[in-house]
């Protein structure tokens, strides 16, 4: 499985009728349904805002709306589009400004099926690997050093602070984490200990 790692969009034109359709990483039904919420009030004027999600290691929770377009040519087609994507962790809504011209449900499938794929083929995605949180303190000349070695390991969510010393916090593949603490302390001389903790 892979895992969402950032908003994406992409719009669709059939017959006068806008389909906008948008990615969310999410990590639960509920943070779905808070994202879902802010995303129907973005788009309140809007005829319909469908929506399929699916979370967990295994993608073993999932869930879906039409959102009153007529059963099954909405939700499902969505739902059925990110399953087969083997991304996790996302949350996929469409929402349709009518165009004033009946699309039929055959119509209605190829749209929002479409539209799922369309932003599916642009949005960003990474294998799901267990990762680790680390954080360290160093000096500045011994930080460049560091720096330069992030490019041999899985690092995201990079975030430094400087001040006296630059402050780091970070995620990085459990697997890596053991030695990217033990470079750091070479690097440093002994002096910088990286403290790695489970992401939660």
């Not at 680790?132 to 070695?149: K, N, Q």
């Amino acid at each position: 499985m892979n895992v969402l790692l950032e908003h994406a969009q992409a719009e669709l034109v059939v017959k006068n009728s806008r389909f906008i359709a948008e990615t969310f990483p999410v990590h639960s039904q509920a943070e779905a349904r808070a994202t879902l919420h802010e995303v129907k009030a973005r788009y309140k004027d809007a005829r319909h805002v469908v929506h399929a999600f699916v979370t967990g290691p295994q993608g073993e929770t999932s869930g879906m709306s039409d959102d009153g377009e007529p059963g099954g040519t909405a939700g499902r087609p969505v739902l059925d589009v990110l399953r087969g994507s083997a991304i996790t962790d996302i949350l996929l809504t469409v929402t349709r400004y009518f165009g004033g011209t009946l699309l039929g449900t055959g119509g209605l499938v190829r749209a929002y099926g479409d539209s799922a794929k369309q932003v599916l083929a642009v949005c960003r995605s990474e294998p799901l690997v267990e990762k680790r949180r680390l954080s360290f303190a160093a000096d500045y000349p011994v930080y460049e050093l560091i720096r330069r070695r992030y490019a041999q390991y899985h690092l995201s969510a990079v975030e430094e602070s400087y001040a006296a010393a630059v402050a780091v916090r970070a995620e990085i593949w459990a697997s890596e984490a053991d030695a990217f603490a033990s470079e750091v302390k070479d690097l440093s001389k002994g002096k910088t200990e990286v403290l790695i903790t489970p992401c939660i």
